[in-house]
């Protein structure tokens, strides 16, 4: 089983960019399918986007309007997470997850970081 560790979360402003990192040890990181999720004060979980072990297929939310884009490396066992136009709503705790199935559903994640929070102010 793989280990994540999410960092990179701050305080930023409305409208600023941040990439997020998950850094992954003790496995074959490439064998993982991973996501990106958030869960926001009092709301549920929400899947943001996930990436294939290779990095061949990708998918985003659609709420995400475009704003969010997921990659990884895999030489360095590590995977980003790019938001821009952060906006207030945005403000939650942000974390990656490794699945062998390459799935939207957060039950079907087998690892999780301890996460990482972002806050957006207005």
């Known amino acids: 089983q793989v280990q994540l560790v999410e960092s990179g979360g701050r305080l930023v402003q409305a409208g600023d960019s941040l990439t997020l990192s998950c850094a992954a040890s003790?496995?074959?990181?490439?064998?993982?399918?991973l996501g990106w999720f958030r869960q926001a004060p009092g709301a549920e979980r929400e899947h943001l986007a996930r990436i294939s072990g290779g990095g061949g297929r990708i998918d985003y939310n659609p709420s995400l309007r475009g704003r969010f884009t997921i990659s990884r490396d895999n030489a360095k066992s590590i995977s980003y997470l790019k938001m821009s136009s952060l906006q207030p709503e945005d403000t939650a705790v942000y974390y990656c997850?490794?699945?062998?199935?390459?799935?939207?559903?957060?039950?079907?994640?087998?690892?999780w970081g301890q996460g990482t929070q972002v806050t957006v102010s207005s």
């Open positions: 003790g496995g074959t990181f490439s064998l993982f399918d």
């Open positions: 997850a490794a699945s062998l199935v390459y799935t939207a559903i957060e039950s079907q994640y087998e690892s």
